[in-house]
């Protein structure tokens, strides 16, 4: 008889840890999915995943204030037909896809569009599918097993599937199947979720009557509730602040998503586990160190092989800590529900102050940084116990010699080869900061101290040398921009992320000059040229208008179409008094608002005679304009004999790569134009560049008088990208050097 009730216990907790299993692996795989499917619809933008993150949040919040009202309202078999019913109406709107005629429209609110197209595509489901963790858990209390009582090791199993499914998507679902594949296979993991959530509600509707079990948990308060917003606010803020930071500078894409949520979840598996792998007093200490060293290092991103990952590690000990300060003030199972609804609004307040509230009050990217200082702000209470355990004195010497120590790799590490020759008021200062930086340890003990110690720090270490000046920074839903001015030689700049996009100087006579990559040593200029020797009257469609620095070399016959996804953008070339090549060589200037591919698409087709594709922001690449059905498109908007003119510059994505891979597949012939080994000295406006000119044969290039900087194009590799498939992890390169 004992065997029997054992094994029937075992399959009763199988069942409920599948179900949480599944449940949340579908709801974290439809996040990265759909994401994916509407993020050419809005130029690939990294501002989608965040703005994609709050809707999730938010639907997170009304699933679980659902499943809060049910089990506080409903008997048990009552829970269950509502529950039920909730999933047949929800299957009715599967497979996943986009709904029909939503167009994003120029003039309205991107991130607006976004969230209602995202609660009318994916709103039911997704809601469903939220309110299992907590129904389930809360069902699991009333069934009589011998862990009711304590039922939230269930959600230390509900995010080990959300990991699972994380890590899977970028390294085996992306590179295997389509966003149409993956839809159906969603379809069928709801299905599998239907039936488990059936049998969960089986065991509990045979027993109606028993009540919830409660262990010695704390009752709820509002001071404790208050604690819960906090301790899950900040980490919510922190995952869409560090996303954010390093998606500018490489793409936005799966990838670079679903690697800091992976740590964030890894650290709610931490804090719910029965026996956490990492131990509170260590994860707060870390997290302490952590943010002091991103304080101190916050203004640098190169080179990225180090920075990266430290943003990353610093992040999920952060999460650690606070969610494991979170854990250990969750309530009696009976206040279940009440404890995964705060929790959840804590979510959304932290993203949406990412997502919609900081692009509208700052200018500039402040929201990560000021995340980092309300962290510090509640570094754990317990922490003043436990730095001295088990060392014995508060941040023993070796702590502070460590702390140096790392300080002075990672500040050296980022010119590793030129120390020598870096000013000296530089090292004077990285010194100063180092042991600025080890005084604000020793802060830690009073929270509020060490947070007003933190926001010090990251004011200072802000590089306060350098010739340049902004003059004007501004930021839209597509990113933060800002104009530059050099002294010597006299030059403009505009600067997205961390990336400078040129613009003008000006030369000792007073006239204007494109810069950086557009400058008449370019390959881009040889190309205009040469093209332009064929026809007295040439139609050029330029997508990515940036600074208008190309129109330098446009002809008084010449007919150009300018198409840019960002207003902000259009305004900064065309009427800010900043720039000035547009307006003197095309002071009528026909601009064309809204995603590429969307109004490319309206173009009649043959309309160009050269099409240059020059659409980055930052370093980051939109990749919905590198598929294959992408360059299919161009070709057909370009005349017979036309050139198609892709720019790949890009320090850590191999583009010739997944280019060469779409002209093969199409049958058209490429060449590589390059510009290298720049002397600074006589030449100090130019930047190295790539660009790729596309025709439909080999034999056409014989008609341009192209100079050295073309070769054909042979990258090593091939890779074909189309839109329901791509995979960024295939084509990512780390630098050891920055600019490299």
């Given at each position: 008889m004992d065997d029997r009730v054992g094994a029937a216990r075992r399959a009763q907790l199988s069942l409920f840890t599948t179900t949480m299993f599944v449940g949340a692996a579908l709801l974290f795989w439809v996040q990265?999915?759909?994401?994916?499917?509407v993020l050419p619809l809005l130029g690939g933008s990294p501002s989608v995943w965040n703005t994609a993150m709050v809707f999730?949040?938010?639907?997170?919040l009304c699933g679980y204030g659902y499943a809060h009202l049910l089990t506080r309202h409903l008997g048990a078999r009552s829970q269950c037909l509502v529950h039920f019913c909730l999933l047949g109406v929800a299957a009715v709107t599967l497979p996943i896809s986009i709904a029909g005629d939503w167009l994003p429209d120029a003039a309205a609110p991107p991130a607006l569009w976004l969230l209602g197209l995202l609660a009318v595509s994916i709103g039911a489901p997704f809601f469903a599918v939220a309110a299992t963790a907590p129904l389930v858990q809360r069902w699991f209390s009333r069934t009589g097993h011998p862990h009711a009582s304590d039922p939230y090791f269930l959600?230390?199993?509900s995010n080990l599937?959300?990991?699972?499914?994380?890590?899977?998507f970028p390294f085996v679902i992306e590179p295997l199947v389509g966003t149409r594949g993956q839809a159906l296979a969603w379809t069928v993991g709801?299905?599998?979720?239907?039936?488990?959530?059936?049998?969960?509600g089986a065991n509990v509707w045979r027993r109606p009557a028993i009540a919830a079990s409660t262990n010695d948990?704390?009752?709820s308060t509002w001071h404790r509730r208050a604690t819960w917003l906090a301790y899950s606010a900040v980490p919510s803020s922190l995952l869409l602040g560090v996303t954010g930071h390093i998606s500018t500078d490489i793409a936005s894409a799966p990838l670079l998503w679903v690697v800091p949520l992976t740590l964030y979840l890894l650290s709610f598996v931490n804090a719910f586990a029965r026996r956490p792998l990492i131990p509170?007093?260590?994860?707060?200490?870390?997290?302490?160190?952590?943010l002091v060293i991103l304080a101190a290092l916050f203004p640098w991103r190169e080179p990225a092989s180090i920075f990266l990952p430290l943003h990353l590690v610093a992040f999920f000990f952060i999460a650690t800590a606070c969610h494991g300060a979170l854990a250990e003030r969750r309530p009696a199972a009976e206040s279940l529900t009440e404890f995964y609804l705060f929790v959840s609004l804590g979510g959304l307040i932290g993203g949406l102050f990412v997502a919609l509230v900081a692009p509208v009050v700052f200018d500039s990217v402040l929201e990560y940084p000021l995340s980092l200082v309300l962290a510090a702000a509640l570094l754990p209470r317990r922490e003043k116990e436990a730095v001295t355990a088990p060392g014995g004195t508060l941040w023993r010497k070796g702590d502070i010699v460590l702390a140096v120590l790392i300080l002075a790799v990672i500040l050296g590490g980022r010119s590793f080869t030129e120390w020598a020759e870096l000013p000296l008021p530089f090292i004077v200062f990285a010194g100063a900061l180092g042991v600025f930086a080890v005084f604000v340890l020793s802060r830690q003990v009073r929270p509020l101290g060490f947070a007003v110690c933190l926001a010090a720090l990251l004011i200072t270490g802000h590089k306060p040398w350098g010739s340049d000046d902004t003059v004007w920074s501004g930021r839209s839903f597509f990113g933060v921009y800002q104009v530059v001015e050099k002294a010597d030689p006299p030059m403009r700049s505009l600067v997205h992320g961390t990336t400078n996009h040129g613009?003008?100087?000006?030369?000792?006579?007073?006239?204007l000059e494109p810069t950086s990559y557009y400058t008449p040593a370019s390959p881009v200029a040889n190309i205009i040229a040469a093209t332009q020797a064929l026809k007295k009257r040439q139609r050029v469609g330029l997508v990515g208008l940036g600074t208008g620095a190309l129109t330098y070399y446009q002809r008084t016959d010449d007919a150009w179409r300018y198409f840019e996804i960002d207003p902000m953008v259009a305004r900064l070339a065309s009427n800010s008094g900043y720039f000035d090549i547009l307006p003197t060589h095309d002071p009528a200037p026909d601009i064309v608002l809204g995603d590429a591919r969307l109004t490319l698409a309206r173009e009649p087709d043959r309309r160009f005679d050269l099409l240059v594709i020059d659409a980055f922001s930052s370093d980051a690449i939109p990749i919905h304009l590198l598929t294959r059905e992408a360059m299919a498109l161009y070709m057909r908007k370009l005349e017979d004999g036309g050139v198609l003119l892709l720019h790949t510059s890009n320090r850590l994505i191999d583009l010739q790569a997944v280019v060469a891979g779409a002209v093969d597949d199409l049958g058209h012939a490429a060449m590589l134009g390059k510009l290298e080994n720049i002397d600074s000295e006589t030449d100090p406006v130019s930047a190295p560049s790539q660009w790729v000119a596309i025709m439909r044969d080999r034999a056409m290039f014989d008609r341009l008088a192209l100079d050295e900087t073309w070769a054909p194009l042979n990258p090593p590799r091939r890779l074909v990208w189309r839109d329901d498939f791509s995979n960024l992890a295939g084509v990512i390169r780390w630098r050891v050097k920055a600019g490299d």
């Open positions: 990265p999915l759909f994401t994916k499917m999730f949040q938010a639907a997170l959600y230390a199993a599937g959300s990991v699972a499914v994380l890590l899977a709801f299905a599998v979720l239907a039936a488990c959530i059936i049998g969960c948990a704390p009752r509170s007093w260590l994860a707060v200490r870390c997290m302490a160190f952590g613009g003008q100087w000006t030369r000792d006579d007073g006239s």
